[in-house]
């Protein structure tokens, strides 16, 4: 009998394949000036109060992705954000995208009541901020069935998945790479060779993270490593922007 963590790899490569070559929306990507999206899943506290501060000190803003069903509360990736954490947030010009009201399993979560906590999450944003949407998504915790990026993809300009590299020549705007900065927050040369390779190929690198703390939890890094990494983006000469702005920029030069 095969042992269960082969199964387990086997079944993680089906949900990862599955996730890629369904409902792809293509986009181009092959710039002069690479781009780099600083995000942050869940965000917490600590994702806008410490990196946020680090990326006012270079005079960037990221992404926030949003579960309005965990806000105010203790979660593993430590205490989430708070209706006032929004309003400066979105004062410096930071993105808030949306991360479903319930934060979902994407793969686990029936793809029509996955699609409820999306609305219910852009309804809860505009009860706090009439003014504001959601225009970019991420997906929690898992790659999503085809059916939710399926219904994902009406709601949104573009959605934001992981697989730890970059975006280059034709991008799948439904599922985009991200890469985590905590699975190398231990070797920060591995993080800038990326930033490298991203440089030398004109793509789009997408930067994920949740909290940023002194003690970070497995989720997060510490602010020394995403300083270290910000100021080796900002050095690299890649243009640094939102998620939003980002693939505004893509869509002027496509």
Request: charged share 20%; aromatic share 12%; proline share 7%.
């Amino acid at each position: 009998m095969l042992p269960l963590h082969f199964w387990a790899r086997v079944q993680g490569r089906y949900i990862r394949s599955a996730a890629r070559l369904f409902f792809k929306r293509p986009l181009a990507i092959k710039r002069q000036v690479p781009l780099i999206s600083f995000t942050f899943d869940d965000f917490p506290r600590s994702a806008w109060h410490t990196g946020g501060a680090i990326l006012q000190r270079h005079g960037l803003q990221g992404t926030y992705y949003a579960s309005f069903g965990l806000m105010g509360k203790q979660a593993p990736t430590g205490t989430m954000f708070l209706p006032e954490d929004m309003k400066g947030l979105l004062e410096q010009g930071h993105e808030l995208g949306c991360h479903t009201f319930n934060h979902c399993h994407s793969w686990e979560t029936r793809p029509d009541l996955f699609e409820e906590s999306i609305i219910k999450n852009q309804r809860a944003l505009q009860e706090l901020v009439p003014q504001a949407s959601f225009r970019t998504f991420s997906y929690p915790i898992s790659p999503p069935r085809p059916k939710t990026k399926q219904k994902a993809a009406r709601h949104f300009l573009c959605c934001r998945g992981a697989g730890q590299t970059f975006n280059v020549g034709s991008a799948d705007l439904n599922y985009l790479s991200a890469f985590f900065l905590e699975q190398s927050r231990e070797n920060p040369k591995a993080v800038k060779s990326l930033i490298d390779q991203n440089l030398r190929a004109g793509g789009w690198l997408i930067f994920a993270t949740h909290d940023i703390s002194d003690s970070p939890t497995p989720w997060g890094c510490t602010p020394d490593f995403f300083e270290q990494i910000v100021q080796y983006a900002v050095d690299s000469g890649a243009q640094i922007l939102p998620v939003v702005q980002a693939w505004q920029a893509l869509r002027a030069s496509s």
